[in-house]
DNA sequence: ACCTGAACACCGTTCAAGT
DNA sequence: ACCTGAACACCGTTCAAGT
């Protein structure tokens, strides 16, 4: 497109400009639609000169991934650490089906080599721990929680394209009631489910 | 490779063939290596001939992903619907792990479009209303105990590269927990845990 | 350090032809 | 109907060069 610029002439890139960009790109085209190409021609470059910014396109997309968690809201300190969990897996799903096209993506990538999935992570072990889980058992409730939380996200989103679609609100429900059985199992459920 | 046919000549091929062939490339090189090109390398053939018993990459790999289910064991028709839907399950979890490379492309596609799936789905209603579950109950508890499973198997899958791995033994047994946390949730759970 | 030009080594898929 | 030959319209990534 931009044949104005000659080797040597700057066109402003920078990290976060390539990100986000491609975060346009994928809300307008999907994940499909994302490709080195179409990202530069989105920047006005070539394709080559985003590798100045980004290491590769999978390291992009790991990039995009952990930034995403960065919207989860961290509970309070000092509440109950049954609503904290609750609290925070739920945010955790919102969040995720916000962004369809990336869910897909987290179960097949390693689940937890971000900063903010790390994180993430920690505030569950921290969480349980005051609610009376702790060692292996922590882990082990971490995980069957992580896992139901983005495994639900990827079919609910995965059921937006369908043609016998459920409305979203129902999933959600499903997703609630799963997640009310499985503190329940691990030992930290409210009283009632909603 | 195989440039001694002429146009019209017979290679064999059939659907079952690529199909094969296709499950052989996989195991040998991945996902990723599953190519047109290489597929048609290793039958002997140029790239466009398996446009003839296949209608697309997509299509053949949704079979594939079916084709994994009929492995699947089914529960006896008589017994206890709290064991067989929990065998179900394991051998469900235990089928998708045998096939690492195809796990993480479930939850991406519609979870339920194949003849195997759709059978295996009708057996758990059929096991969940045996046990007293029918209805919108019902269907919810089917989604929650698929994503387990699968999510969990991608879970596991995804994990197996990693440097410190946990041993394939313990996520089994985690996941085996999260599904007896489930299963008592959703009101069909055996007594004790394993 | 940041970008262009050009190229390498691939992809999935289609179209026309041959038997 | 089943295959080849050739091509179309793409990919991600690298290498050399320019400022």
Redesign the interface.
């Known amino acids: 497109m931009n044949a104005s610029r000659i080797p040597g002439q700057r066109a402003g890139l920078s990290r976060g400009r390539v990100l986000g960009a491609a975060r346009e790109q994928i809300a307008e085209a999907g994940l499909e639609g994302l490709t080195m190409r179409a990202l530069a021609d989105r920047l006005g470059v070539t394709p080559n000169a985003l590798y100045s910014h980004v290491e590769s396109k999978t390291g992009l997309v790991d990039d995009l991934l952990d930034d995403v968690l960065a919207e989860v809201d961290e509970p309070a300190l000092g509440g109950d650490p049954r609503a904290a969990l609750h609290d925070l897996m739920s945010s955790t799903y919102d969040v995720l089906l916000a962004h369809p096209d990336l869910v897909?993506v987290y179960?097949?990538?390693?689940?937890a080599r971000g900063e903010n999935a790390q994180r993430l992570g920690e505030i569950m072990l921290t969480q349980l721990e005051r609610a009376g889980i702790g060692g292996p058992a922590a882990r082990?409730a971490q995980?069957?929680l992580?896992?139901?939380t983005?495994?639900?996200a990827?079919?609910t989103s995965?059921?937006a394209g369908?043609p016998r679609v459920l409305a979203p609100n129902e999933?959600r429900s499903?997703f609630e009631?799963?997640l009310?059985?499985?503190l329940?199992?691990?030992g930290v459920a409210t009283q009632a489910g909603p």
């Not at 179960?107 to 689940?111: C, F, H, K």
């Open positions: 897909p179960l097949a990538r390693q689940g082990e995980r069957v992580i896992v139901h983005i495994g639900f990827a079919f995965s059921a369908d999933l499903n009631a799963g009310h059985w499985l329940a199992g691990i």
